[in-house]
């Protein structure tokens, strides 16, 4: 079995098999995670019928995202480029959609403080440090503005080609908020970047 596969239930614990051990340190999981394994159930189509028909499948547009956003209290601008552009006071967070038929929802957010080109080095440092241990956003560290400062973005980006109900867009929305809100905090409190 290769070193990254795991099976749950194989050592009582669902510890990885040998080769695939996980470190802790503090309360972070450091290593590969434990590989899902999907219940092998197979369904005929009688069983289909007893699944209740879920809400509205629709295309993911502005319109939409500007109403979920709506519906948690987040007030937004549109910036007349097809984004909608939501402010805090230590961050701003950009909802659009991008790729070739607008089909991926993007929550870029932005601190307002940026770093100066000679903390390059540890920028890049906290950014990793964010992306090893957290989930949703991917962190970055951008070019350079017109004055030489580094701005840092966190990012989600979830592929809506086959559309979304409006309760789990809803939930995207809040979830790419609260998490560049977390994202923004840290920076100023742990991370200690800005």
Request: charged share 25%; net charge negative.
């Amino acid at each position: 079995m290769p070193w990254w596969s795991w099976r749950p239930g194989s050592s009582g614990d669902n510890e990885p098999e040998s080769g695939g051990e996980v470190a802790l340190q503090s309360s972070v999981r450091v290593g590969v995670p434990t590989q899902r394994e999907p219940e092998r159930v197979a369904m005929s189509s009688a069983d289909l019928s007893t699944i209740e028909e879920p809400e509205q499948v629709a295309t993911v547009d502005l319109a939409r995202i500007g109403k979920a956003l709506d519906l948690l209290d987040i007030r937004f601008l549109a910036d007349g480029s097809g984004s909608l552009l939501a402010m805090w006071e230590r961050h701003a967070v950009l909802f659009t959609l991008e790729g070739p038929d607008d089909e991926i929802l993007v929550m870029r957010a932005r601190p307002h403080a940026t770093v100066p080109p000679d903390w390059a080095d540890r920028a890049y440092r906290v950014v990793n440090e964010w992306n090893h241990t957290r989930r949703f956003c991917k962190a970055y560290v951008g070019d350079p503005t017109e004055r030489g400062q580094l701005p840092i973005y966190a990012e989600l980006q979830v592929p809506l080609a086959s559309g979304a109900h409006d309760a789990l867009l809803v939930e995207m929305l809040d979830c790419g908020a609260a998490v560049a809100t977390a994202f923004v905090d840290w920076l100023h409190d742990e991370g200690a970047l800005l």
